[in-house]
């Protein structure tokens, strides 16, 4: 088969994905796309184990499945023949949840989403064959990425969790938060910490340190929805 796609890792050349809502920025920033199918032969998918419980899942598959997949999505579902409509929500939507999909095959883009006509099932059918492409799904957790932490007044009925730097590799969230308005680069088992609290937690937890509380948003490069990329690495002693 002479692949239709350009095989660089960077290059999503499937993505099923939901925005829009009302979901606060930290909590957004954090967010996975349903399913992912990158260049490299990489599929990358959320799993829903239960509220607020989720776990990230990765996979690198033979062109061959990739293929079959797109046929399927091409051909079957009749892809091509779907509209994007988001852009004119219905009145009175005040923050209305769009479900997109987009593929970039052969040169050709094209996005679909739920404003534009298909039927009832056609997302969730399309959902489940992405991740059904992977036969042997490794649960992903990163070591590295952006973090960005945010002071927050106390929320009485917020879970919270109790963050002292001496048990996460020095990490001070109060630091971060006092040092940077933006996302620092942070990495060590400290953030792989945090992505499992970020996956099985509800998104309005409070994370204190000493008498304050914050909130925080963690991006990963070519994982989550909007990521930076990785900081340019520089080379010396």
């Known amino acids: 088969?002479?692949?239709?796609?350009?095989?660089?890792?960077?290059?999503?050349?499937?993505?099923?994905?939901?925005?829009?809502?009302?979901?606060?920025?930290?909590?957004?920033?954090?967010?996975?796309?349903?399913?992912?199918?990158?260049?490299?032969?990489?599929?990358?998918?959320?799993?829903?184990?239960?509220?607020?419980?989720?776990?990230?899942?990765?996979?690198?598959?033979?062109?061959?499945?990739?293929?079959?997949?797109?046929?399927?999505?091409?051909?079957?579902?009749?892809?091509?023949?779907?509209?994007?409509?988001?852009t004119e929500p219905p009145e009175g939507e005040i923050a209305p949840v769009i479900e997109t999909i987009t593929m970039d095959i052969g040169g050709r883009r094209n996005s679909a989403d739920n404003y534009g006509g298909w039927d009832r099932g056609f997302y969730d059918r399309i959902v489940a064959a992405c991740k059904s492409i992977s036969n042997t799904p490794i649960r992903f957790e990163p070591t590295e990425a952006w973090l960005t932490v945010r002071e927050v007044a106390m929320i009485s009925d917020a879970p919270y969790v109790y963050w002292n730097p001496d048990e996460h590799e020095g990490l001070s969230l109060a630091t971060l938060a006092d040092h940077a308005t933006q996302a620092q680069w942070v990495s060590g088992q400290t953030v792989t910490e945090l992505w499992r609290l970020l996956h099985s937690l509800p998104y309005t937890t409070l994370y204190g340190e000493g008498e304050r509380s914050f909130q925080i948003g963690m991006q990963v490069p070519g994982i989550t929805r909007d990521s930076p990329a990785r900081p340019e690495t520089t080379t010396g002693s």
């Open 1 to 86: 088969i002479d692949r239709l796609w350009n095989p660089d890792a960077s290059t999503i050349i499937f993505r099923a994905d939901i925005t829009g809502g009302s979901l606060p920025e930290l909590a957004r920033m954090s967010e996975t796309a349903p399913c992912t199918v990158y260049g490299d032969g990489r599929v990358l998918w959320v799993n829903e184990l239960d509220a607020f419980n989720t776990e990230v899942l990765f996979d690198i598959v033979p062109e061959a499945r990739i293929q079959q997949f797109i046929d399927y999505v091409a051909f079957d579902e009749n892809f091509y023949a779907q509209d994007a409509r988001a």
